[in-house]
């Protein structure tokens, strides 16, 4: 009798240590799930910094062609300007 309630409680033992192995595996499949939709998630964030850099850099570069045209008119101007003082100041 006493054999008999020993091996009653380790198989009840047994059936809960295989229930909750059961469990966490479940939880484990879950979380690498996850972990999968996570790095996809990553690598697609890393892409679009990459791209938002590009962009930036891109935009650095016009901005500084922009100002380099934006002084070669200027210095133009500045040259018109002096050649109308000039014919001005002759005509009067």
Do not use: C, P, W
Request: aromatic share 6%.
């Amino acid at each position: 009798m006493m054999s008999s309630l020993a091996n009653a409680l380790l198989f009840v033992a047994l059936v809960a240590a295989s229930t909750i192995v059961a469990v966490m595996y479940r939880k484990l499949k879950r979380l690498d799930a996850y972990h999968a939709e996570y790095k996809v998630i990553f690598d697609q964030t890393a892409q679009a910094l990459s791209s938002a850099q590009a962009a930036v850099q891109g935009f650095s570069q016009e901005s500084r062609d922009t100002l380099v045209a934006l002084g070669a008119k200027v210095e133009e101007a500045k040259i018109l300007i002096g050649e109308l003082d000039v014919r001005t100041a002759a005509q009067s």
